[in-house]
């Protein structure tokens, strides 16, 4: 079982910036990638930033410049640094982790977990 937690969001005003944070725990062997969605009322979960092992990132064009996704890979926890944030940017953000899960002594089996998510609001 491989658990995931975030923490960091809450109310800003536009042009604030936040920091979220999530962690990976449980039976993890090793993870491919771990990376940040978001899915605003009535919308469909979209990619917010990703990143994988190698350290190589994605983001989605809408927060290109504006926010920084960042791993540490010892502490399987992924960051994500958002700053001018807009009104647009108001969502519950997933973290999602993405890897291989392994008990001791049995072969490694990939697994694809999410966190409880974190309601972002942009408002004045």
């Known amino acids: 079982q491989v658990q995931v937690v975030e923490s960091g969001g809450g109310l800003v005003q536009p042009g604030g910036s936040l920091y979220l944070s999530c962690s990976a725990s449980g039976t993890i062997f090793s993870i491919n990638a771990m990376g940040w969605y978001r899915q605003a009322p009535g919308e469909e979960r979209d990619l917010v930033a990703r990143?994988?092992?190698?350290?190589?990132?994605d983001y989605a064009h809408s927060v290109k410049g504006r926010f920084t996704i960042s791993r540490d890979n010892g502490l399987n926890t992924v960051y994500l640094q958002m700053n001018s944030l807009k009104p647009e940017d108001t969502a519950v953000y997933y973290c999602n982790v993405v890897g291989y899960t392994s008990e001791s002594g049995t072969v490694p089996r990939p697994f694809d977990s999410w966190g409880q998510g974190t309601q972002v609001t942009v408002s004045s």
């Open positions: 990143v994988t092992s190698g350290g190589s990132t």
